[in-house]
């Protein structure tokens, strides 16, 4: 005969270890998003690393906000977590600065964050991504990235439709002058 009490005591290990789980997945959402309080009722363990990252993101916006950005850059940079609202939010920092590299490695990281939880990618790291590209004179591929903008659009897609336009006939503009340059 099978042995109840070792089967019953299995399934509470593997009910125990589901739970634990979906905790750290909510967890890690509540993170990705910002919202650190509902990330601290999920895992009361991490309570000091989530605080240490609320702390740094409101003092980073509280900077950001103030005009600072240098400082709200240092701030966002101040903790490691896999916060993708933060990572926004120092990718506006550094677009205010004027330093695209950085604010295309900030979105690109977001939007893996995004993807890796499975969650729709944000439009603001979509748009500044695009923006960032464009600064970057890589038309091409900021072409795509506001086509990908336009399809989570939001309120803004007529926005991003007039920025697409703009830059694609830019684009077919700067083609024809090269194209009449080497004929």
């Known amino acids: 005969f099978p042995d109840f009490d070792e089967i019953r005591e299995n399934e509470a290990k593997r009910r125990a270890e589901v ?80 330093d695209s590299n950085a604010v295309l490695r900030d979105c690109d990281e977001s939007l893996a964050i995004d993807d890796k939880l499975g969650v729709e990618p944000s439009l603001k790291a979509l748009t500044r991504r695009a923006g960032a590209l464009e600064q970057l004179s890589r038309r091409d591929e900021a072409i795509a990235a506001y086509q990908a903008a336009i399809k989570v659009g939001g309120d803004q897609k007529k926005d991003l439709i007039e920025r697409l336009r703009r830059l694609q006939e830019s684009s077919e503009a700067t083609r024809e002058e090269s194209a009449k340059a080497t004929t």
């Not at 601290?40 to 980073?60: C, F, Q, T, V, Y």
């Open 19 to 98: 739970s634990a789980k979906r905790a750290s997945v909510k967890c890690e959402q509540y993170v990705a998003r910002g919202d650190f309080e509902k990330a601290i009722a999920e895992r009361p363990d991490l309570k000091e690393s989530l605080e240490k990252s609320a702390e740094a993101k409101k003092k980073g916006d509280s900077l950001f906000r103030s005009g600072d950005y240098l400082a709200a850059v240092q701030a966002y940079s101040s903790v490691d977590d896999q916060c993708a609202a933060r990572l926004r939010n120092r990718a506006a920092s550094y677009e205010k600065i004027g």
